[in-house]
Every structure is written in structure tokens, then in C-alpha cells.
């Protein structure tokens, strides 16, 4: 096989794909609506079942619906028949997923979860399947075709269910109001959620607290900017409030500049009014200012009061970068 070949296949593969998704906008009508409102209105949670590759796409759309607020779970349904059918509790709504809807553990699972009282969704790709005719809901994902060449892997059908599940969790999003800071609850140990959450107060304080006074010569300066390995200094004047700060650069263009270094105070190289920002700011709002002023460096002040400093590696450490 040629490379164009295997071009030529894959690009016929997307575009299947492709397809099949624009297929479902048509199909989306009142029972999505409906399925909507089910969710939205149910006192319990969304338990998901599935079989096969249909079970790895509900746990998809489980993991979706739990990140953006939807209470959800995954119920493989081989093991509902042998058992786990006992995590189905009253209140709770059902969606299977499948693209027959016709498999002999759907034909078992769909009467118990009848008998129990729950509303049933079906997702799936035959809307005269066991499944569709009794459920109370059906979601239709039916496909023209899979990308196989034999019409056999699901393929098409799978991504027709990934979008759906998608298309659900979105709509419960908006109608629920669901914000970022509440998705940043859910996602704490990633970079979005440490993005909502991780403040300025949670990074600096583990930094030394590098200052001089503003009459402070230049030797002092330098062992401290040395000592405390953040790559500058604040200058704190007479009344203990900071009125500026010196950074490796600002003494690099200190030394371009002068041939005579006797006598320099603290005063006469430090740059005014340094950029801050407030200890309780988003972290992420640091790295905005830095990019913003392209600076490496920030004075944290709590309230007016100077607290400390935060360097761009404790940014990129935390992942924020």
C-alpha cells in the first residue's frame, strides 16, 4: 500500500466520521428535549449501561456528566443481569446505549429496569430494536454506515454515541447555569482547576523575602539578591514601605552604564513603583501581569504591607504554565 493510499483512507475515515455527526442534527428533536428534562427533573442520579464498545462510551459520557455537574454512574450491563443492578436506586434515571439494541443482555436488563420504576433512555442506532419499544425515551444515533470497510467495527455508531453524550452534557451545563469555578471544584489537581483556585498567597510564602533599605550599598544589595535566589530585591525606604525594586537585569544595566561603582545606594538602581499584585490574586493572574510587563518577578503586598515575592519558576513548578 502506497502512502497516498493510506492518506487517501484515513481521510475517507474522518470524513465518514464527520458525517455521521452532522447526521445527528436532524435527529435531535423533542425526545433529546425530553431526555433533557428526565435528567433535569430526576431526584437521583444517571446510571449509564452499555456492552462492548458501547460500554466504554458510556463510561466516557459517565465521566463527562460528573466533571460538569450531572451525578452519574456506569453500569456494565452484563454485570446488572449478575447483580449490580442493585446500584439502580429509586429516583435514579436509566440510559442504555446500543447501536442494535437487540443483544440477549439488553432483552434481560430492559424488563428489570421496567419493574423497578425508573425511567428508561435508549440510546440507540435502531429505533425498532427491544430496547426503543420499550423505553420511555429514545435518543436516536443511528448511522448510514460504519468507517469498517466490512460495515462491521463500530466506528461511526461509537462517535454518533460520544457526541450525544456530549450534546447531553452540555445542555444540562447551560441549563443548570454550571460555572467555571464550580468545574474547577471537580478538577483540582489539573491545570484548569489550579488555574480557578490556586492563589498567589498558596506560592509565595515558600520563597524567601528578599529586602535592602533604599541607602543600602551595593555590595548588600547583591548578597542578598544572591542569598535569596529569586533574582531581585525589593527596596524598602525610611517609613518601611516599598518604593521600588532591583532585579539581575536591573544591575546588569547598572554595570553597562556606570565605571564607577563607589558610593551607589540601593536608591540609585532600583527601578520605582514595582509592578504587584495582591496576595489572595489567582496565581493565574501573576502570569498574565508577567507575559503582560514581560518580567520575571512580582512583589506580593497583603493589603499594603510588602509579604514577599513570586517568581515565574514558581508558576511553571505549580504547573500553571
Known sequence: MTNGQIIDIAKR?????????????????????????AISDCSGRVVVSGIGKSAIVGQKIVATFNSTGTPALFMHTTDA????IGMVQQGDVVIIISKSGDTPEIKVLVPLIKNLGNKLIAMTGNIRSFLALHADIILNTTVAEEACPNNLAP??????????????????MELRGFT????????????????????????????????VNEDAELKEVIIEITKKRLGATVV?????????????GDLRRMLEKNTELSGLRAKDIMSANPKNLQ???????????????????????????????IHIHDLIREGII
Open 155 to 172: 466506528t461511526t455508531s461509537t462517535t454518533a454515541q460520544m457526541v450525544m453524550g456530549d450534546a447531553l452534557a452540555i445542555c444540562l
Open 279 to 309: 496576595a489572595n490574586d489567582l496565581a493565574v493572574d501573576a502570569l498574565d501581569l508577567m507575559r503582560k510587563k514581560n518580567i520575571s518577578q512580582l512583589v506580593v503586598k497583603d493589603v499594603e504591607e510588602y509579604a514577599g515575592i
Open 236 to 248: 524598602m525606604d525610611k517609613n518601611n514601605k516599598i518604593c521600588g525594586i532591583i532585579t539581575d
Open 81 to 84: 443481569i449478575h447483580g449490580d
Open 13 to 37: 475515515t474522518v470524513q465518514q466520521q464527520s458525517a455521521a455527526i452532522a447526521g445527528l442534527v436532524p435527529l435531535i428533536e423533542n425526545e433529546f428535549a425530553n431526555t433533557i428534562n
Open 180 to 211: 467555571a469555578d464550580e468545574f474547577a471544584k471537580f478538577h483540582p489537581g489539573g491545570m484548569l482547576g489550579k488555574k480557578r483556585y490556586l492563589r498567589v498567597a498558596d506560592i509565595y510564602t515558600v520563597n524567601e523575602k528578599p529586602q
